[in-house]
């Protein structure tokens, strides 16, 4: 293990001074980035994404008015409406349904919501009548006779008793969430507004507020696209560096007798494939500074990794680190080497959902998703680095680390350091 | 008698269907310097990567340095400096890196300095691996196995590949390697090579060792003697002189050849011979290792190595 640190620092000059190196681990990562990044990272929608959450529920039905109003907003082109079990508490929701295609609004329909705007409605007509009453009898008193006026008077009381019994007169108060940097969600808003006033004059016809609206802050993590995804692409161009740049390296140096030559000194195998994890681990993490400094000051996306992130990506670098070394290995030919290289990494690195979200693939491509390495890599790393959720991030530690294991142990058994 | 640093008993490696080295035996001496000698394909290889410790050998045994093959592999390592055959180091690498690399490996503290200006490389120092021509990238390789200061340096085909010039430019360097008191071990098919640089030489061909001697010994034994030849107008007068001498005396239009099997047989035919007078030329041809190598493989070997 003494000489590790020489036979990395050999590794890396040989790397640091190849062109071809540098631009497949450097520069071809960073166009992609900018290519997708300015391609996918758009947020130009001309409908907007409106939550719904309904507790005005009767018997585990919502209620009539209630599905009422949510059809009118969903008949209107400018809403896309999805409904939130009113079980459900939005803010954790929203934390752990991130989105980048659109911004979390949420319209809380309250119990009580056809309740309520019944009787409104009905203490709205009946104030008209009560209204009416009064009106009559304190200016039509003279020409009518006192039972008549006795008969007004005891409806009119009669009225304002039945008043009593529709409790609510506030009428129905919704509930908009919304994050305060959202920038449409004031738009968002005032189409609402409109939209309930148009349904207040449908329901009574008065100019009187059956319904009300008010805002309160969600606190969303607002994310781009090029926020979200960023974790993909380090993951992704990890994975690419290890199985396409370490086979094609190994394979080369095998080739050419470098390997042979280091096999004759006292320098043990373990060694060799250690300095050789470890060049790849150091890349990964220039790889990650790069993109991440990119990211800034191209997408101004302000993602920092911070310890269990590092420690992911160490663990993604020895994977996939351990099969290059494991195809460089086992196949002498350099072309042969390279081109297995990559028809493993590019199906993976388009399979896995890397750049995109996975649900927009089939459901069988979905499940070979899961089945890749790299899908746990950059799930774990967006749920660390992005979502700040790190117990979103066990099953991929533990799947990695796994990996990890099984694919150096392969490495070493695999790598010939005799017979070469 | 010197000290053995190689002993090798009944060495064998087996692949699937060739059998690559086929039961050798012999000893190479501390201070000289020992070539394997054959064509393409013979074992020498096999045999030197078994020896560096590269390859397991199906059965027999080594020591090298006193140390067993089998068994302290590590304690080999450390103290031999090697060249393999088609040798490379780091491309991008300087040379200085390339050899201090090695010397990290070995952990010993570099005389880089001094290595490279006795090989000549100190001006080129700085210069990266693939930038050199094949005759310096040897000369680096040389460096490498030499950075550890061993005891023992083995050299395969060093000279493989070179122009003439290149490869006399070796032949400086190997016998630098002598001066500084290492024990060299060397392969290659170039007969002129061998006979230049060797003590001592073992022939092989398909995985057997014909023979190991001095290279000396080896001439004057199998390299079928001396050739005394007469040119002119009195090969009659000449033949006469041959035959009291020798046996094997041939006769062509103008041309008489006898064989010796020694110098001195010769030199009293010759004695004779320039008493003729005039009207004649004399040509003494002396065997070489190319005669050894055709007498006992009976075949020769062409300048890429192989068999005729």
Request: with cysteine; glycine share 8%.
């Amino acid at each position: 293990m003494r000489s590790v640190p020489s036979v990395f620092l050999a590794l890396m000059k040989e790397w640091l001074r190849s062109k071809s190196g540098m631009f497949f681990s450097f520069l071809f990562p960073l166009m992609l980035l900018l290519i997708f990044g300015s391609v996918f990272g758009g947020t130009g929608s001309t409908t907007y994404m409106l939550h719904v959450q309904n507790f005005d529920v009767k018997d585990g039905e919502p209620t009539e008015l209630s599905k009422i109003f949510i059809d009118v907003l969903d008949s209107m082109e400018i809403f896309e409406i999805k409904e939130i079990d009113p079980g459900i508490d939005v803010n954790s929701y929203v934390k752990e349904n991130p989105s980048f295609e659109y911004s979390y609004r949420i319209l809380k329909i309250p119990k009580g919501f056809e309740e309520n705007i019944r009787g409104k409605s009905m203490a709205v007509r009946l104030n008209v009548v009560v209204g009416t009453f009064t009106y009559i009898e304190e200016n039509f008193s003279n020409y009518m006779s006192e039972s008549d006026l006795q008969a007004i008077e005891g409806g009119r009381e009669e009225l304002s008793k039945w008043k009593n019994m529709f409790p609510s007169s506030e009428g129905a108060e919704l509930t908009f969430l919304a994050d305060e940097t959202d920038m449409s969600a004031m738009a968002v808003r005032s189409i609402l507004e409109s939209i309930i006033n148009a349904f207040n004059n449908q329901l009574i016809g008065v100019e009187e507020q059956m319904m009300s609206i008010k805002s309160e802050s969600l606190v969303e993590k607002n994310m781009s696209a090029t926020a979200y995804y960023l974790p993909g692409y380090i993951a992704a161009f990890i994975m690419t560096n290890g199985i396409m740049g370490a086979t094609s390296v190994i394979s080369e140096l095998r080739r050419n007798g470098t390997v042979k030559r280091l096999a004759a000194t006292p320098l043990p195998k373990r060694s060799w494939i250690m300095s050789n994890v470890f060049q790849q681990t150091i890349l990964a993490f220039m790889l990650t500074a790069v993109m991440i400094i990119f990211a800034r000051i191209i997408f101004g996306v302000s993602a920092l990794p911070n310890l269990y992130a590092l420690l992911l990506i160490f663990i993604g670098a020895v994977t996939f680190a351990s099969i290059g070394m494991i195809l460089g290995g086992v196949i002498k030919d350099v072309e042969a080497a390279s081109g297995a290289g990559s028809a493993i990494a590019f199906p993976m690195m388009f399979l896995s959902g890397a750049f995109w979200p996975i649900e927009m693939m089939p459901s069988y491509m979905q499940t070979i998703a899961k089945c890749l390495p790299l899908y746990y890599f950059h799930d774990g790393l967006r749920n660390i680095m992005i979502l700040d959720n790190l117990s979103g991030s066990y099953v991929p530690f533990l799947v990695m680390g796994t990996l990890a294991v099984i694919f150096i142990g392969i490495a070493i058994k695999i790598t010939k350091w005799k017979e070469l | 008698m010197p000290e053995k640093v190689v002993e090798v008993e009944n060495l064998v490696k087996r692949y699937k269907t060739v059998t690559a080295v086929d039961g050798i035996t012999f000893d190479v001496y501390q201070g000289e310097i020992f070539s394997l000698v054959g064509p393409n394909g013979a074992g020498k290889t096999t045999t030197v990567e078994i020896l560096e410790c590269l390859r397991t050998p199906t059965s027999g045994s080594a020591k090298v340095l006193g140390f067993d093959l089998l068994n302290e592999e590590m304690e080999i390592k450390k103290r031999i400096g090697v060249m393999p055959q088609e040798f490379n180091a780091f491309e991008r690498l300087t040379v200085k890196e390339n050899v201090e690399l090695i010397a990290k490996i070995y952990n010993v503290k570099p005389e880089t300095k001094q290595v490279l200006e006795e090989l000549g490389l100190w001006e080129a120092r700085n210069r990266r691996f693939h930038k050199l021509s094949g005759g310096m990238q040897r000369r680096v390789g040389v460096c490498m196995a030499l950075i550890s200061d061993p005891d023992l340096l083995f050299l395969d085909e060093p000279t493989t590949g070179l122009d003439p010039h290149a490869r006399r430019e070796c032949w400086e360097v190997i016998r630098t390697l002598k001066k500084l008191g290492k024990t060299v071990f060397l392969t290659s098919h170039y007969m002129d090579e061998v006979e230049q640089l060797s003590d001592r030489a073992g022939v092989i061909v398909n995985g057997k060792l014909i023979v190991t001697d001095t290279v000396h010994d080896l001439i004057s034994q199998h390299g079928g003697g001396i050739k005394v030849s007469v040119k002119g107008k009195k090969t009659k007068e000449a033949e006469k002189i041959l035959q009291r001498f020798t046996e094997n005396v041939f006769h062509d239009t103008d041309i008489v050849t006898g064989k010796f099997q020694t110098r001195q047989e010769a030199s009293k035919a010759l004695a004779q011979l320039y008493q003729m007078g005039n009207g004649y030329r004399i040509e003494i041809i002396e065997p070489n290792m190319d005669d050894v190598f055709a007498r006992l493989a009976g075949h020769k070997v062409d300048e890429r190595g192989e068999l005729l």
